[in-house]
């Protein structure tokens, strides 16, 4: 394997008396694009809440670039590299679309409102700069003609693709994507498997989706994990997950 960016040692996850994470198992190479599938309430989003530091693990340990995450807080996970997506969007609905990358590209560049006021000049150089590079990462991923419009009126499949645009203003090494393709029709889905696989090609970035549609994660995910109760059931390449009887025993019923 090539370099490890991210592993998870053993992690458990509980609320209460649900057990959502058993005692999962993984590592993900740098520049990996990897699935992570299962039924619903299988865990997924857990995961992800405990990788970003929204959740705190039960039990085991987390270590991106080697460094354990279980003392930071979300935000300076996101500072060390890490930015995500939700299943539920998140933007600035009434903000126009640029503003709502320059957003993320400026909360990335953490400079303060005192180096605002004080440094006015370099900062409307920054402005300028933020700008322009928030316009470069719109055209990239084909949003810089609609630049000016509100997001919150955008088609519901390209608010994703802004809120994708969001994730990766906020310069990771590591994006984790939260069902990306959930409300899309199938149109929108191949739309954005091409655009999976141009970010990770033009970011250099190292991609961990989540679904839960098998198919969908097929075609464009070379490395797949699919858990079920919480626990990890299989792993493998798309051959391989799609061969396996407990993913099909676990996927068997599922009516959509
Ligand atoms: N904050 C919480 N409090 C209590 N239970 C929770 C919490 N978050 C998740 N769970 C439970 O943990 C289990 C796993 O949920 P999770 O959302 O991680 O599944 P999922 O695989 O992402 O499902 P889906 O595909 O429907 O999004 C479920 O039983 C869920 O009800």
């Known amino acids: 394997m090539d370099k490890e960016i991210l592993r998870l040692e053993k992690v458990n996850k509980s609320f209460g008396g649900v057990h959502a994470v058993k005692d999962i198992s993984m590592t ?5 694009l990897t699935a992570i599938i299962g039924p619903n309430g299988a865990g997924k ?15 085991g340990d987390i270590f991106f670039n080697s460094k354990s995450l279980l003392r930071f ?19 600035f609905n009434d903000a126009s679309v ?20 004080s440094h006015l000049g370099r900062w409307k150089n920054k402005e300028k700069a933020t700008k322009e590079r928030s316009m470069e ?15 919150g009126t955008l088609p519901y499949g390209l608010q994703r693709r802004l809120e994708m645009a969001r994730a990766i203003a906020l310069e990771p090494e590591l994006l984790l994507l939260d069902e990306p393709a959930a409300g899309m029709n199938a149109e929108e889905i191949e739309q954005l498997n091409q655009l999976i696989l141009k970010i990770h090609s033009d ?29 990890k059931i299989a792993e493998g390449t798309p051959n391989e997950i799609q061969n396996n009887k407990d993913v099909l025993v676990a996927y068997l019923g599922e009516d959509d």
């Open 28 to 32: 993900i190479a740098k520049g990996e």
């Open 45 to 59: 989003t857990t995961i992800f809440n405990l990788i970003s530091g929204v959740y705190k693990v039960s039990s």
């Open 73 to 91: 807080r979300p935000d300076q996970i996101v500072g060390m590299g890490i930015s995500r997506t939700f299943q539920n969007l998140r933007l």
């Open 98 to 117: 640029l503003e709502n990358v320059m957003t993320a590209m400026q909360q990335q560049q953490k400079y303060s409102f005192f180096e605002a006021v």
């Open 137 to 151: 990462l719109l055209d990239r991923v084909g949003l810089a003609d609609r630049y000016m419009q509100e997001a």
């Open 203 to 231: 970011f250099n970035l190292t991609i961990l989706l989540i679904e839960h549609h098998m198919e969908l994660v097929m075609k464009i995910c070379p490395h797949i994990i699919c858990v079920n109760f919480g626990a």
